[in-house]
């Protein structure tokens, strides 16, 4: 069993930085960042392999975001740099409890989900 709690949300200008964290409880393979704006289908962010460290990132945010995680804390980071109005959308925090696959930013391979966090930026 895999418990996800987010916490970082805000309301920023463009240009300006976040920084999202996800309390995870359990041991899942695979976490993710997905993200949902309204009237617009979920969208995978950002995901970790959380032993093999190996990472995965969505077109439009390579170069700002950076995904990481910390295992003493057993929390999952995205810091979002250069954001942009466009990345204004609920933040989710995601799980995959076992195994690889070869879609790790597909939100169908995720069986754990945290509750989301609000990120706003206005222009």
């Known amino acids: 069993q895999v418990r996800l709690v987010e916490s970082g949300g805000s309301s920023v200008q463009a240009g300006g930085s976040l920084r999202l964290s996800c309390a995870v409880s359990?041991?899942?393979?695979?976490m993710g960042w997905f993200r949902q704006a309204p009237g617009k289908g979920r969208e995978g962010v950002a995901a970790?392999?959380?032993?093999?460290?190996?990472?995965y990132y969505t077109d439009s945010v390579k170069g700002r975001f950076t995904v990481s995680q910390d295992n003493a804390k057993n929390t999952l980071y995205l810091q979002m740099n250069s954001l942009k109005p466009e990345d204004t959308a609920m933040y989710y925090c995601a799980a995959r409890s076992y195994g690889r696959t070869g879609y790790p930013l597909g939100p169908s391979e995720y069986n754990y989900w945290g509750q989301g966090t609000q990120v706003t930026v206005s222009s």
């Open positions: 970790i392999y959380t032993r093999e460290k190996g990472t």
């Open positions: 359990g041991t899942p393979a695979l």
